[in-house]
């Protein structure tokens, strides 16, 4: 009969060291756990900055884009008129070559 309570008693024993083992574990796990979700979120945040970061800069650039545009669309426009300004004050040099020959020099 003594034999059963001993065999009781270390069965009892062991099971209430396997549960504390199991139960430390798990504590481990769940505090690695809420570790890794704590620095997934930091990261996360960190990107949703970065990305929001990028976005405003895209959009800088777009609208920079389209006033460059414009600017490069009077550019033309003012090198057209430059161009025909030229060409008018030329012609008008050569007409006044060719009546050069026919005025007197001082």
């Known amino acids: 009969m003594l034999a059963v309570w001993i065999s009781l008693g270390v069965s009892v024993a062991l099971m209430t060291v396997t549960g504390l083992r199991t139960f430390r574990q798990g504590r481990r796990a769940f505090k690695d756990a809420t570790r890794f979700t704590n620095g997934l979120e930091t990261r996360l945040t960190a990107v949703n900055r970065s990305t929001l970061q990028l976005e ?6 777009e609208g920079s ?13 003012s090198r057209r008129r430059l161009k025909v300004l030229t ?11 060719r009546l050069g020959a026919f005025l007197p020099r001082s």
Request: proline share 0%; hydrophobic share 45%; charged share 30%.
């Open 56 to 61: 405003r800069s895209a959009a800088k650039i």
């Open 65 to 77: 884009s389209a006033r460059l545009q414009t600017s490069l669309a009077r550019l033309d426009v």
């Open 87 to 97: 060409d008018a004050l030329a012609e008008s040099r050569s007409a006044l070559d």
